[in-house]
């Protein structure tokens, strides 16, 4: 029952997409191979259309379209899923401290999810910032810019589940309320002030209401520079802003209406 809120049946892209897909087309570099993507929508209604498109779909189907070559799992291209869905979607912001679709001001977050609708782990959200710090509000952050309009795309992925079987479900624009917004700008303010202060080391997963800070780095080695305890420049690991799993599942049972 779940499952079918989430996700719709097409067999096919809208007409019209299918018919222009290639006309309307460009090449985006995906880890180790060239895919097909579509250039930027050019509304918000556009994107809605090609969102519903791809919904019900498998990813093995997706890819397909796309002519890119799915992985067998994750392991090595952690990244597959939200380039598959970004070129099919026409996303053009990249790595930039901008929203993927920065013309409509909308930042696209794929969600995987198991049968019940419920988020099978945090969402990442930007790079934090460990240094220069000090004067920046929230309203100016990146965690604020990325968070302001987004379109969360579940996808069917539990564990067990093959990567190319694994389905697309029902797109959805979603903007924080009055109050996630102020408990993320809470989460925020408290989890900059201890970076600021030189507690890095201090700052765990548990901090925080709905917004945690982790590492995030490819290895060990790649380190970046932050603040130490004295007010010392030291060399750590990068830390990313990711939603937890209970922000992501309140939003997705909001959208869908699930207990």
Not at 71 to 89: F, H, N, S
Request: hydrophobic share 40%; with cysteine; proline share 5%.
């Amino acid at each position: 029952m779940y499952l079918a809120k989430l996700t719709v049946h097409n067999s096919q892209w809208r007409e019209n997409d299918q018919q222009n897909q290639r006309k309307n087309a460009n090449l985006l570099w995906s880890s180790s191979t060239w895919i097909l993507a579509l250039l930027p929508p050019d509304s918000i209604e556009q994107l809605l259309a090609r969102t519903q498109a791809i919904a019900g779909l498998t990813l093995a189907e997706l890819a397909g379209q796309l002519e890119v070559k799915l992985p067998v799992d994750l392991k090595r291209d952690k990244g597959t899923v939200g380039q598959l869905i970004e070129a099919a979607l026409g996303a053009c912001a990249g790595s930039k401290a901008e929203p993927d679709f920065p013309h409509l001001g909308v930042e696209l977050k794929t969600l995987p999810i198991d049968r019940y609708g419920k988020p099978l782990e945090s969402t990442y959200v930007c790079v934090a910032p460990l240094t220069g710090t000090v004067l920046e509000q929230f309203a100016e952050s990146w965690v604020c810019r990325k968070l302001q309009r987004v379109l969360w795309v579940p996808i069917f992925a539990e564990r067990e589940i093959p990567l190319a079987e694994r389905i697309i479900g029902n797109g959805f624009l979603w903007q924080p309320s009055v109050m996630q917004y102020q408990a993320l700008q809470q989460d925020w303010e408290e989890l900059m002030e201890q970076i600021s202060l030189g507690g890095l080391d201090q700052i765990r997963g548990a901090n925080g209401k709905y917004l945690q800070l982790r590492p995030k780095a490819a290895n060990s080695k790649a380190l970046t520079t932050g603040i130490g305890s004295q007010g010392e420049a030291v060399q750590t690991l990068p830390r990313g802003f990711y939603l937890k799993t209970s922000f992501t599942s309140a939003v997705l049972a909001a959208q869908f209406n699930l207990a």
